[in-house]
């Protein structure tokens, strides 16, 4: 099964896929999200988000500049204030 990613900003939506797994610049550290994780919440650090969309794929990076990032049942949502 795959994760369903959403990287938004106030201007737009950025992305929004199935991909294996996100890696996301969270203010206490890095975190990623695979499909099934567990609901949580973070703020977002200045940094890159790493999108794999598969599990032998080299990442996809995007700079984000600061937000939050929320993980419920349907995926994975970054609210970023600035992406790309």
Do not use: C, Y
């Not at 994780?37 to 700079?63: K, L, Y």
């Amino acid at each position: 099964m795959a994760l369903h990613f959403e990287l938004v900003t106030p201007e737009k939506l950025v992305r929004s896929e199935e991909v294996w797994q996100v890696v996301v610049p969270g203010t206490d550290g890095d975190f990623g999200v695979l499909e099934g994780h567990a609901p949580f919440m973070s703020t977002v650090r200045d940094g890159a988000i790493q999108i794999f969309s598969t599990a032998n794929a080299a990442p996809e990076v995007i700079p984000v500049q600061g937000g939050f990032a929320e993980v419920n049942e349907k995926g994975l949502t970054v609210l970023a204030e600035h992406a790309g």
